[in-house]
């Protein structure tokens, strides 16, 4: 096996190993967090189920960004939802065995690059051209979308472009990846270069941005109900200190 196929047999396992660790200790943090106010975003459910309903609502259609600006719904929705049918699409690769027969008709899904290709460049566009949204951008910000759009524009290059790398090397290094059965991996520029970054993206998951994907779910503006007149809402750090100051 070459020097090439082994150090990106590492970076895999080394990127893997980071977001994994990186989200979980995030998640930790994020559910340790004390809420010590009710503060959901009117109007705001009254019950568990309405709270539920609210954020299915926010996950699967983005309804909070939909009033706040049309088009970055639009180029975010698209982006997204794109992103989720192309990770489906590419899930044959790294199944271990036979694939099923769901995933082998998922081929139509290639064309998701072309909306993720849209959205994201409207999402660049949006930070260079909207005074507000430039102003309070940052330098990552600009290169996490620059990454993004060279992963589509790369993925799109091989599918539809000729830039075809071997299929038999990428599905036995991809599938190789999971059951620990290394193979060489494929000399293609571009299958290289989609690879790689794809492996960076991986592994900056849990320090970037995109960190908004579990992180949604422990946002008391969304997973509150507005209840705050039937019921009082106090955090157990400050219960402790209410029952410490009494004692004393």
Known sequence: MSLMSILFIVFFYLAVSLCLVGVTLKVIQYASTPVPLKIPTAPAPLTKLGVILRMTREVLLFSSLFRASKWTWLFGWLFHWALVLLFIRHLPYFWPGETPE??????????????????????????????????????????????????????????????????????????????????????????????????????????????????????PTLNQTDDARKKRHISDWAIDKEKNSKSG
Request: charged share 15%; proline share 6%.
């Open 102 to 219: 769901l995933l082998r008709q998922a081929e139509p899904l290639k064309y998701a690059a072309f909306p993720l290709i849209f959205g994201l460049s409207g999402l660049l566009a949006r930070r260079f051209f909207v005074d507000r949204v430039r102003y309070i951008s940052s330098p990552s910000d600009y290169l996490l979308l620059l990454l993004l759009i060279a992963i589509a524009v790369t993925g799109a290059l091989m599918t539809f472009a000729h830039f075809y790398p071997d299929m038999g090397m990428v599905y036995s290094f991809t599938e190789g990846l999971i059951t620990l059965d290394w193979s060489e991996l494929p000399s293609e520029g571009v299958f290289m270069a989609h690879i790689f970054m794809v492996f960076i993206l991986i592994a900056i998951f849990p320090i970037s941005k995109m960190l908004h994907a579990p992180g949604v779910f422990f946002s």
